[in-house]
């Protein structure tokens, strides 16, 4: 959720919490208020009914208005004044209506009477529902204008943020460009525009120096495995040379190959990494696949495996170099990693290529492209798949790893954008 909608549903269910809480609490406030200027005309009528008793010695005669009522009634004995709320019958609206009665007792004569002081609340509840919507609507409407106001000024503040976000999912380090930062005058987006530029700058230097000692370094070992080729073909020659001492050669020309294949595996990686493959065309992957398996048919032989090809008229527009780098490392790692007697299997479809080789136990789906990465029995440099990987996020393709039926099972979809 992006923070500004989250931002948005806390504020609105702040406001309208607050505003639940405010009108409630607003209501009642005004009704006590209310009632209470209701208690102090009670108490005036009260004033006026015991005046007149001190004056003229007798009760005053019981009165019905609109809004107020005056009732006496004999009492046995003196009770405490008081204030109640209760519903009295209106005979002009012939009906229940809440009302404010205030209860005294007067003697008149030797004799207690109990007065009864009715004023109806209609009136009041009516101001109070007045007073109420009135506040409640001002303050909904104060609410909406600053939800707009913060939505807006949230979205202006929040520019230069996103304007960085932007640039960073920009930034590439096979095609570095400078940071084009938008300037603020908010101090957090300026420190953290700075802090990005430094960031960035240190990334590229460092990118910029492993890429060149790796390019440096795979081109320096060239020459001396060339050299140490050369004398292995002379030491191989000379007819003084043991059995023994020639086991010992070829161990040494193994180990020479496999470091010449690192090299040259280190060298491609950087240069794909570089992007230096920039020629583009449509390729057959099928017409690849068959030159592949034509070119690895006395490996294949050796190896005693069976491979089998189901075309289905792949054609990718890619580097052909890359395309046929895809081909040989998947399926150079299947034939490397098959036993005697088994098979391997070659689809392709307009959008996959696919292939699969029979296996004891899976390899670890979140390490086996990394670099370096081999399986407990296998002889290779480790760097074959990383190949794969690497030419696939070049061209944003999707490649995957599945154990499916005892078998290992590697699949492009060139259809699908890199996860």
Not at 67 to 94: G, M, T, V
Not at 114 to 121: I, N, P, W, Y
Not at 152 to 164: A, D, S
Not at 338 to 351: D, G, L, W
Request: charged share 25%; proline share 3%.
């Amino acid at each position: 959720m992006k923070l500004q909608a989250q931002y948005n549903r806390v504020t609105v269910a702040a406001t309208l919490a607050i505003l639940l809480i405010a009108a409630i609490g607003y209501y009642y406030l005004i009704r006590y208020v209310l009632i209470g200027e209701l208690d102090e005309a009670l108490k005036v009528e009260e004033i006026e009914i015991m005046d007149h008793i001190k004056k003229y010695n007798r009760l005053p005669e019981p009165t019905v208005y609109k809004d107020q009522r005056i009732a006496f009634e004999k009492a046995p004995s003196i009770s405490d004044r008081h204030f109640q709320s209760l519903l009295a019958f209106n005979p002009e609206e012939n009906q229940m209506e809440s009302s404010r009665q205030l209860i005294f007792t007067v003697e008149v004569g030797g004799q207690q009477y109990r007065a009864l002081v009715t004023k109806s609340e209609e009136a009041t509840h009516d101001l109070v529902w007045i007073i109420l919507f009135s506040t409640v609507a001002l303050l909904v409407l104060l609410a909406v204008i600053l939800f707009i106001t913060n939505r807006f000024l949230f979205k202006k503040l929040w520019k230069p943020f996103r304007n960085t976000l932007s640039t960073i999912k920009k930034f590439d380090l096979s095609a570095p460009v400078d940071l084009t930062m938008q300037p603020t005058n908010i101090t957090e987006f300026k420190e953290l525009n700075n802090s990005i530029r430094l960031m960035a700058q240190k990334v590229l230097k460092d990118y910029q120096s492993l890429k060149d000692f790796t390019d440096h370094a795979s081109h320096e070992i060239q020459t001396p495995l060339a050299i140490i080729n050369s004398k292995l073909d002379l030491l191989i020659q000379e007819p003084e040379l043991s059995e023994k001492s020639m086991d010992q050669v070829q161990s040494i020309y193994a180990a020479v190959e496999k470091l010449a294949r690192l090299s040259r595996s280190l060298l491609l990686l950087t240069r794909i990494d570089s992007n230096q493959f920039v020629e583009m065309e449509q390729v057959s992957f099928d017409e690849i696949i068959e030159e592949k398996v034509e070119e690895m048919q006395e490996w294949i032989r050796s190896a005693n495996v069976t491979v089998t090809v189901e075309p289905g008229n792949l054609r990718v527009t890619m580097n052909k170099e890359l395309a046929e780098m895809l081909v040989s490392n998947l399926f150079s790692n299947a034939v490397r990693h098959s036993s005697s007697n088994e098979s391997i299997f070659i689809r392709t479809s307009p959008y996959c290529f696919s292939i699969a080789n029979r296996g004891t136990a899976p390899l670890d789906k979140n390490k086996v492209f990394d670099k370096f990465y081999k399986s407990d029995n296998s002889r290779g440099t480790g760097l074959g798949l990383a190949i794969v990987r690497q030419i696939c996020d070049q061209y944003k393709f999707h490649v995957s790893y599945e154990f499916l039926d005892q078998q290992h099972f590697f699949k492009i979809d060139f259809n699908e954008r890199s996860k």
